[in-house]
């Protein structure tokens, strides 16, 4: 973990030797000299910023808060350079993320078995690789599952008669394992034929009926539950790993979206109780140590199918693991669906699925159940955070909240969903009425393979046709908060930010002009915005007297230059409740 130092500047300090170390007799430092953006719409470009050990405590014109600092003040001189709030990440499974890091990626593109023999042969000796006797690979792309029959040909060779193995799709929805590793969880035939739908749909199949080693949610359950389970250890080193990437791309706060869930544990039939504890111990440890870099709002995953004494169990935990102020348990995940891409084709839309003629997703949700759930959360004071995918799931989340509300009244509490990959027109204005966020990966808004191999042809022409619609919902005034879902995608907020203003992707722009939003609403995104969704607003979120003092200096102004140039901008340091916790070279 990057050393965290408390600050000190000189008056004459040059950022390219900006450094930092200990000063007890005097903590307050005066930043000017740089173009400031604030995200307070009250005084959105002050000109200097006063602080106090973790605390902004004055913000405006320069001599006014020089005058209040006093002349002993340390200070530092921007030189020009771009200030801003530390920015924040709605949805980010950041400890995955960094237990990703300390696994091996399975790379892009090989398309020979003599390719991935290569790979696997190079890597024999990597401590990275292998977990208690399983070989196993994170980050797989999604089109390695068009080509199972080259998987099946390497892993399921004689060598690999008794050795499992388990490729993780970059989704975190689906994998492919060999067979040995089928034998390992249970996936046989004759298990096939009692086992419960939700395993049965999601594995795969032969043209003849055999179990090609695909698996996807359900199914994807059962594999990661034979994975013995990640330490409170192994789970801190991962959070630091993930939190000094996040810091390195100036990102200072985050949600994390399942928070009882340990890395590698079943999560999509998964019916966790108070005594699941995933996260929450190795994040609440960090913090009280002070080796959290990030104010950091956990939810706990709660089955779209529980009952509302489900919500019981999370109270509990929120009151076991909310004693310190840079973490705490503070809402629900909820899956409402999975995902659209081909093969799995879980994410519950409005019409069928072109190459699965009737089926259109899961459609046995319990309604009246599930507005008792949601409902209890919200009377419970607990934020209610949906992955929806398709339109049909979106249109049930807010369903949702809307009972939730008739049954409540007006809690306060801003719900969000996120995804949002297809919204229907009818939806776009209930997130305003309901006060409802959207938590969207913007980066996911420009053309690549996701958005036309694997859904092309495969989902009704009209659901394409707006596709991440952040136009469609700025204009209906609903409150838009950035999110990456990092590691299914980079946790850099410019990529975002450049992909929202531009719809352009690795395959070009992806249509309509309609969708894209100005980067002045990006920008509001990655802070306020986002600090509302995650629950601390009143802490975080902009530069304002008695917020903390995170901030970000990047090496030019991110309202002004080129989109291209501000996608290629350099953050120099990142700063953490007055401490650096990154500094560029």
Known sequence: ??????????????????????????????????????????????EAIGIEGKNIIAVGRYQDVLHQMGQDAKRVDLQGKYLMPGMIDTHAHVADAGFQTLTLEFPEGMKNAGEITSFVEKNKNNPQRDIQGIQYYSNVSLDYWNNINLLDTVFNAPAYKNIPVVLAGYDAHTGWVNQAMLRKAGITPEMLRTADSRIKAGT?????????????????????????????????????????????????AWM????????LAPMFDANPGRSDEGLLPAYTSLAKA??????????????????????DDVVAL??????????????????????????????KLSQPYLNRPGYSGDNSLDKVKYCQLIAKADAERLIVHFHAIGDRAVQESLDAVACARKENGDSHILHSITHLEVVSPQSFPRFQQLNVAA??????????????????????????????????????????????????SSPNPLLAIYTAVTRIGEQGELPPDSEKISRAAMLQAYTLNAAKVIGRDN???????????????????LEKVSIEKLRDANVIWTMFEGQTVYHGR
Not at 256 to 263: F, Q, T, V
Not at 443 to 457: Q, R
Not at 543 to 552: N, W
């Open 290 to 311: 002070g080796k959290l870099t990030a104010h950091v709002t956990g939810l706990a995953l709660v089955n779209i199918n529980a009952s509302p004494s489900a919500i």
């Open 318 to 347: 929120r009151e076991r693991f909310s004693s310190t102020a840079d973490f705490g348990l503070a809402g629900i995940k909820i899956f409402q669906d999975g995902v659209i891409e081909y093969p799995s084709q879980t994410a």
């Open 439 to 488: 938590s969207m990966q913007l980066l996911w808004a420009g053309k690549d393979g996701a958005s036309t191999m694997l859904v092309d042809g495969k989902v009704p022409a009209p659901l394409l046709q707006h596709l991440y619609p952040a136009g469609e919902l700025y204009r209906h005034h609903a409150l838009i908060a950035g999110a990456s879902d990092w590691p299914v």
């Open 539 to 557: 802490a975080i979120g902009s530069i304002a007297v008695g917020k903390s003092a995170d901030l970000v200096l990047f090496d030019r102004n």
């Open 1 to 46: 973990m990057m050393k965290r130092l408390t600050i000190f500047l000189a008056s004459t300090l040059a950022i390219s030797s900006f450094t930092v170390c200990a000063q007890q007799n005097n903590n307050r430092v005066l930043i000017y000299g740089g173009e400031i953006y604030s995200a307070d719409p009250d005084d959105p470009h002050p």
């Open 256 to 263: 994390e979206p399942l928070s009882n869930i340990r890395p």
């Open 204 to 252: 795969g199949l032969t043209p003849d009926g055999k179990i090609n080693g695909f698996v996807t949610e359900g199914a994807w359950d059962r594999v990661l539950s034979s994975i013995p389970p990640v330490d409170d250890a192994k789970i801190a080193q991962s959070i630091t790993a993930g939190a000094n990437v996040m810091n390195r791309f100036g990102v200072t």
